[in-house]
């Protein structure tokens, strides 16, 4: 694979959860970070969580900084998951996530020199 792939998306009610997966079996998590980001309609893509090839974690967003939002990963399953609780409708978006070698980047990303996966839509709405 030349990209991540991600699932895990869909409708969810204002409160609920949804753990979104990243998968990544064409990068070496020994060699790659892998961040979470967003783009919410009419708005700037925004980092939300990112872990780098050593599992230190950058904290892009105060949702994530409080802990609605956490990042883990399965190295057996190649999988980098973010699981979101409390979802809000200010949460919509389509969400993404992007490989890049040793470290992680700022927020809002750059779009160049990571690989970006094609995305995954969340919505929440009552």
């Known amino acids: 694979q030349l990209h991540p792939v991600e699932s895990g998306g869909g409708l969810v009610q204002p409160g609920g959860s949804l753990r979104l997966a990243c998968l990544v079996s064409g990068f070496s998590l020994d060699v790659y970070a892998i961040g979470w980001y967003r783009q919410a309609p009419g708005k700037e893509r925004e980092g939300i969580l990112c872990?780098?090839?050593?599992?230190?974690?950058?904290?892009y967003s105060d949702d994530a900084a409080k802990g609605r939002f956490t990042i883990f990963r399965d190295t057996a399953k190649k999988t980098v998951y973010l699981q979101m609780n409390s979802l809000k409708p200010e949460d919509t978006g389509v969400y993404y996530c992007a490989a890049e070698l040793v470290t992680c980047g700022t927020s809002p990303p750059t779009l160049l020199g990571k690989y970006w996966g094609q995305g995954t839509q969340v919505t929440v709405t009552s």
């Open positions: 872990m780098n090839n050593n599992t230190d974690i950058t904290y």
